[in-house]
């Protein structure tokens, strides 16, 4: 019976798995098509000092409407996009459109139109030419190098490190800010941080869902703070949810705090709209996104 049963379950992650290749090619081929048919959109997340409550930055995070599947996040196909070769045409289309709202924003005299807004970059674009691109984009929307930060996450940043540095140097030389994303998942030794331009480290979001429940997050999240600190880059926390956490990233003096408890990623006038009428934005008001413009 027993025998059987692993039989039964062998034969269900065989189909589990062929219906998961199919999907993702499936997904693959349709991106083919996702920049032709505008089917992107950035939606944009703020950044907020954890002192003064005030906005400092936005994330532009891309989402694709998806005629099959409905709005799906990055979470759901940028690895597909990577793996499949697309995420250079994707990525050069996210950077031309976060500009174009930055440019946008600015002669719209938005209160949001001096604030740098953050692009996430995936490495195949750093070896695709990826300060060409910049300073073309930048120049093509007039925008100060200092508007734009570039998100990289630590766990490709590795790979080819002397590559990625010397052109993160030239990017860095340029003006344009450099964050590092999702930092704690990989395996940066301290002297690759200091060797890397960084001025920003953001601590992944799995170390901030148990902060407060396990002690041993709190005591991880210290040390990173204490090491950005060390290191004079300023540190973000994402995927702050909780009035708790958010408590305990203040008496860590954690600089930055963006997650859903502060505001939700926002198509850009969803989002200029949410901040100019009301505070709804923020779950709760003590954040009062609004009112610290
Ligand atoms: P990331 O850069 O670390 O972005 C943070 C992710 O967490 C985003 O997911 C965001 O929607 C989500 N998030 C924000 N606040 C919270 C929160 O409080 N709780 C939780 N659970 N999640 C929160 P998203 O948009 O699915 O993006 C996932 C990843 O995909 C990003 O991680 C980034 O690495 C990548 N990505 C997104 N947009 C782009 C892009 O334009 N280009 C490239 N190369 N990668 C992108
Ligand atoms: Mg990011
Ligand atoms: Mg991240
Ligand atoms: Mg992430």
Redesign the pocket.
């Known amino acids: 019976h027993a025998k059987q049963q692993s039989r039964g379950s062998v034969q269900f992650f065989h189909e589990e798995l062929n219906k998961r290749l199919l999907e993702r090619i499936q997904l693959e081929q349709e991106m083919q098509y996702a920049l032709e048919k505008n089917e992107f959109e950035?939606?944009y997340?703020p950044k907020v000092d954890i002192l003064s409550n005030q906005i400092i930055g936005i994330?532009?995070?891309?989402?694709w409407h998806h005629p099959r599947l409905g709005l799906i996040?990055?979470?759901?196909f940028?690895s597909a996009a990577a793996d499949s070769g697309q995420?250079i045409s994707?990525?050069e289309w996210?950077m031309n459109a976060a500009c174009e709202q930055a440019r946008h924003w600015h002669d719209n005299n938005s209160d949001l139109g001096g604030l740098p807004i953050a692009?996430?970059?995936?490495i195949p674009?750093v070896y695709a030419g990826l300060p060409s691109t910049l300073h073309r984009t930048l120049h093509k929307y007039d925008i100060l190098p200092s508007l734009i930060q570039l998100?990289i996450?630590e766990s490709l940043l590795i790979r080819d490190l002397e590559m990625v540095t010397s052109v993160l140097r030239e990017i860095s030389e340029s003006g344009i800010s450099i964050a590092i994303?999702?930092f704690g998942t990989g395996y940066s030794s301290l002297s690759v941080l200091k060797a890397l331009p960084i001025d920003i480290l953001?601590i992944d979001?799995s170390f901030i869902r148990d902060l407060g429940k396990t002690h041993s997050d709190t005591t991880i999240v210290a040390a990173i703070i204490n090491m950005a600190r060390a290191l004079a880059v300023r540190v973000v926390a994402?995927?702050?949810?909780t009035k708790e956490q958010l408590a305990i990233l203040r008496s860590l003096e954690c600089d930055e705090v963006?997650?859903?408890?502060i505001c939700?990623?926002l198509p850009a006038d969803a989002l200029a709209q949410q901040l100019l009428q009301t505070t709804s934005v923020c779950v709760e008001q003590q954040m009062n996104l609004h009112s610290s413009f």
């Open positions: 950035l939606y997340q994330e532009a995070l891309l989402r996040t990055g979470a759901d940028i995420l994707i990525g996210v692009i996430n970059i995936a674009q998100e996450t994303d999702d953001k979001q994402e995927g702050v949810e963006q997650g859903f408890y939700q990623p």
